[in-house]
């Protein structure tokens, strides 16, 4: 059903990209870099029983990406797919896991991002710059280990372990190469919902050891655009 959802609503926004030609904007494609960290707060119990390792559990999802956009000028849609790797950022952790899996372990998740931005731009010379707010919906589509060579795929219950809902705040500049086009360079950080995945480790620790948890992180996106009057 949710597979269904989803194919649904990227049929219906590329059904739109017809309409939106005959409005004023501009549409384009570009790369990404996407880092995002797991932070965990600890209690006055907790650093007293971590001590100096209070980053013992916190994670970092870094990885590439592309992806599409249609600009409305105030407004921005931007579908994209990712893919990250995920570690622990402690090494003695990540040691630990790799003797457990028997060899040196290797993650991927995969996961389309659909955003929708509200932006604000004023140009100062050739420079158009925008400051922007938003909403980032992280919809994973594969998760993947691999060991010692060996790779092993999980298509199911991703959407349950891995999505996550993003509010983002931003800046962005377009630098003009003509009258038709530009390059478009965007920052971007951004605070997410828990994933399940997360929520897993702490119910696996103590639980009350913690305070709280964070999961944020930063985009760094290129793109070419082409203007449309």
Not at 44 to 64: H, T
């Amino acid at each position: 059903m949710k597979k269904k959802f989803l194919l649904t609503l990227v049929l219906v926004l590329l059904c739109n990209i017809g309409a939106y030609a005959q409005m004023n904007g501009s549409i384009g494609v570009g790369g990404s870099f996407t880092t995002n960290y797991w932070n965990v707060k600890w209690n006055q119990d907790g650093k007293e029983i971590l001590g100096n390792n209070l980053n013992i559990v916190d994670m970092r999802l870094q990885g590439p990406g592309f992806f599409t956009y249609m600009d409305f000028q105030y407004a921005l849609f931007s579908m994209g797919l990712n893919f990250g790797g995920m570690y622990f950022i402690n090494d003695d952790l990540q040691e630990v896991v790799n003797e457990s899996a028997g060899g040196t372990l290797e993650t991927l998740l995969r996961y389309i991002s659909l955003s929708l931005y509200a932006k604000y731009p004023f140009s100062v010379e050739k420079l158009s710059f925008f400051p922007m707010a938003g909403f980032d919906w992280k919809i994973p589509t594969l998760y993947s280990e691999r060991i010692n060579g060996k790779t092993y795929t999980y298509d199911s219950g991703l959407w349950e372990e891995f999505s996550s809902f993003w509010l983002k705040l931003g800046l962005g500049t377009d630098i003009s190469l003509s009258s038709n086009n530009y390059l478009r360079l965007m920052f971007l950080y951004g605070i997410g919902t828990n994933t399940k995945f997360y929520k897993d480790i702490i119910d696996f620790i103590e639980p009350s050891l913690h305070s709280g948890t964070i999961n944020h992180g930063f985009d760094i996106k290129l793109a070419f655009g082409v203007y449309i009057d």
